[in-house]
């Protein structure tokens, strides 16, 4: 047995005990007469004093993050740490031992306020993970894994694995294709979701299902998306509507984030805000209701304008309580944001309203008296205040006006703290133009439309809304889901109108088509994201520090070395050749 107790279980109770503990050097300190050693293990910090020659001798030989082990006799410390668990108490050691020896040159400190590079923290993620907060999260993640499993057993769902090997599917992304050995020119697809497998046990007369489920989507990383695969809490639901998975969501989501953390966690039923309106005050899909802006349409009251920048433009604002008050620098720097390539913007109007209820600053000389009143009966702009203006084509008015909100929120400090705030975003679209112009899915092809088959056979396909949602906390999408379509003619009509011919339906839908003719029950579900649940939980930043092993932004796993080259022979048993430019294939 290499310990008896480890760090954390120590406490002034166990003075005079003989104990050995293990764990890592974290730091070693040489007064001469005697050394002392801050041994880590996961539980936390135990002080170690080496007194006796023979064992200092071999301490000085020690290097940090070594793994040890110690023996010792707990004493009472005279000069108390209250700033750690164990600051009551001290080990005297008796024995000293080397478990696992460690280089005298680390590529980076461990649990130090030090910036270290990101990639290089990837590379040697094994160390990167004995950083405590960094740590911490793993086992947060651990935690909130089991009780989200407790919970969906608590709610009678039973968990049911699906395959990895797929087929593929048009699910938003790109598909990473898996070559078969035994089937020649053929391919598997790793799921971008269980969506098929799922709705297939429905069909199988599950009443309720859930997994913790790999997703594998070809896409670009951001902060809040890690490439490549990510876990969801999958679920499905026989003989149910948007309601029934709009209360279990209401239920499971809040009970977990109060569980696993001391901030306001709202109660449900959540807001529900139509994608429309979402957009309209917004200007985005996932919008952070934290932040008490909103954006608001101008258009008509700048429709006989002078100002050659609104002429013919879709106008929104935002007006800003209290944004009067702000320096001229405030304004030309948002400006500066607006033009950036992220946002898009050619330039960001402003104007103030002085206490005296004068209008200056920005295009203030461009602002009639009628418009100045209706700004301020029909809108409220108050004294005291500021707007912002943006002018473009409706769609990328919308966009840009959602992002200055975002920006305009952080900047003034705006934004609710402690608090995680839920809503629902509804009504999505059926469908929208592709960037061809076509007709395409905007967010589940599987999904119910409203009004069913007259809606599809009677509407404009852009006028066609969707039984499908989204759960958004704090800005982030944190689930998604929608009432599947269960009906054969539905699914084709669908299709259809997507492009698909009913043949290209049962080539490569096959299993559901053919599912769907033997008794299917109307059904719905979600799958609320479990590492951007982590990241909100751990107040993280990042959607990698809540992921143990992650890959960087180009999407590489910089510790195992992947993606890399295969051995020819291996390409040759999967019926592979390359056709690639060597000089440009890293």
Known sequence: MYRTKTCGELNIKNVDEIVELAGWVQKIRNLGGMIFIDLRDESGITQIVVNEENLQNKARDFKTESCIHVKGNVVERTSKN?????????VIAQELEVLGKCKNVLPFEVNTDQEVREDLRLEYRFLDLRNTQLHNNIILRSKILKTLRDKMDELQFIEVQTPILANSSPEGARDYLVPSRLNPGEFYALPQAPQQFKQLLMVSGFNKYYQIAPCFRDEDPRADRAPGEFYQLDFEMSFSTQEDVFKVMEEVVPYTFKKHTNWKVDEGPFVRIPYKEAMEKYGIDKPDLRNPLIIQDATEIFKDTEFNAFKGKTIKMIIVPDGAKQGRKFFDKMEEYAKTDEVGAKGLAWVKIEETGEFTGGISKFITEDSKKVLQSKYNAEKNSSIFFIADEFEKAQKIAGLVRIELGKR??????????????????????????????????????????????????LDILAYQYDLVCNG??????????HDPEIMVKAFEIAGYTEQDVKERFGALYNAFQYGTPPHAGAAPGIDRMVMLIADAQNIREVIAFPKNKRARDLLMRAPSKVMPEQLKDVHIKLDIDEKNSN
């Open 82 to 90: 209250p700033n750690i668990p164990t600051g009551e108490i001290e």
């Open 476 to 485: 982030y999408e944190m689930a998604s889901g929608a009432v599947r379509n």
């Open 412 to 461: 003034l400090d705006l934004i609710e703290k402690n608090v995680y705030r839920f809503c629902f975003i509804v009504d999505f679209p059926m469908y929208e133009l592709s960037d061809e112009g076509t007709i395409d899915f905007s967010h589940n092809p599987f999904s119910m439309p409203q009004g069913g088959l007259e809606a599809l056979e009677n509407k404009e396909p």
